[in-house]
């Protein structure tokens, strides 16, 4: 996890509808709603997680998603960047793992 | 509820990790998500939550946002648009409130 991940993780955790937020966990907060404010980024986390050991190559995505190869790449380092998503390279391949604990401490945001 | 309210709370309730989204859902969805995507929005959710009975007129949000009227105006529209919010006119004012519903399918989509 990089530093960039824990600042966005832990920015995340701030309920939304309990008390009036800061402008900087709001700013924080719509960065990572961003990520997932884009179709083809749904598409490729529900890709990853419906494979059969909830891990994809970015070999694998090109095709479904039916975008090229740069635009799915750039789209899976938006995810990754907002972490989002884990990623492993294993020789000439990245792996890509959805990272629930993320997705999870958006859901507490909006409780 | 106008009609388009309706289609995107339908579309919402699609789990996204479930099994590979359709790209109609997906558009439905990222348009949803856009809408979270904004500190500012993110913010008047908050606000209108924290008030007492979780009620807020439009004239009350202006000033602890620290932006113009019309800016405002329009991020309200955008999260009434989304079925985020709903509203209602009374005299000069439009009074605001959190719809609960759609932020717990919008949660369920994530789960």
Known sequence: MTPTDL????ACC?????????ETN??????LFKALADPARLRLLSLIAAQPDGEACN???VEPL??????????LKVLHD?????????GQWVH???RRDQLEAMRSALQ
């Open 14 to 22: 701030v309920p939304l509808l309990d008390a009036p937020i800061s």
């Open 7 to 10: 600042r966005l993780a832990t």
């Open 26 to 31: 709001a700013r924080q907060m719509a960065q």
């Open 59 to 61: 070999c694998e995505l």
């Open 96 to 98: 890509y793992r959805i």
């Open 66 to 75: 039916g975008l090229s190869q740069p635009t799915v790449s750039h789209h």
């Open 82 to 90: 907002s972490g989002l998503l884990d990623r492993e390279r294993r």
